[in-house]
């Protein structure tokens, strides 16, 4: 059984790869713009593209919009199943420590809680994760 934490933990990795394919895409799409082709050379009847180096790069941007759209997919299903625990306080803590990435010590001073407090309901709200959605989950997806 796959553990809440580990699986939670998912969610700063799904983060990372979106970051690095944002900063991918913009990468490409600058040189997608950028691309010139020489207009003072002859023109000489072809059958193929003109432009392969620019389409290649548009192929490829399209291809990092579909990973990304995956990878916030799966990160929206991670922060859904938070969503739907059934005790608001698991959802407020799990949430905030996991999406968010508050530390426990921020989560002291925004709340009336302590930190034995925060980290007794981060305990039981990982519990009851794990209960509600990782039971029959051998691995993280």
Same mark, same amino acid.
């Given at each position: 059984?796959?553990?809440?934490?580990?699986?939670?933990?998912?969610?700063? !990795?799904?983060?990372?790869?979106?970051?690095?394919? =944002?900063?991918?895409?913009?990468?490409? /799409?600058?040189?997608?713009?950028?691309?010139? #082709?020489?207009?003072?050379?002859?023109?000489?009847?072809?059958?193929?593209?003109?432009?392969?180096?620019? @389409?290649?790069?548009?192929?490829?941007?399209?291809? &990092?919009?579909?990973?990304?759209?995956?990878?916030?997919?799966?990160?929206?299903?991670?922060?859904?199943?938070?969503? @739907? *625990?059934? @005790?608001? &306080? !698991?959802?407020?803590? *799990?949430?905030?420590?996991?999406?968010?990435? #508050?530390?426990? /010590?921020?989560? =002291?001073?925004?709340?009336?809680?302590? &930190?034995?407090?925060?980290?007794?309901?981060?305990?039981?709200?990982?519990?009851?994760?794990?209960?509600?959605? *990782?039971?029959?989950?051998?691995? =993280?997806?």
């Amino acid at each position: 059984m796959v553990k809440a934490e580990e699986y939670l933990k998912q969610i700063a !990795h799904l983060d990372r790869l979106i970051e690095t394919s =944002c900063d991918r895409i913009r990468e490409l /799409r600058e040189i997608a713009i950028s691309i010139t #082709v020489p207009m003072d050379k002859e023109k000489v009847q072809s059958s193929g593209t003109s432009d392969l180096l620019g @389409n290649s790069v548009t192929k490829y941007v399209d291809m &990092e919009n579909e990973v990304l759209v995956d990878l916030i997919e799966k990160k929206k299903a991670i922060v859904k199943q938070i969503a @739907n *625990l059934d @005790n608001p &306080e !698991h959802y407020d803590i *799990l949430y905030n420590l996991y999406v968010v990435k #508050v530390s426990v /010590r921020t989560l =002291c001073d925004r709340s009336a809680l302590s &930190e034995r407090q925060i980290w007794r309901l981060r305990k039981d709200a990982l519990e009851a994760f794990e209960l509600k959605y *990782l039971a029959d989950v051998t691995e =993280c997806q």
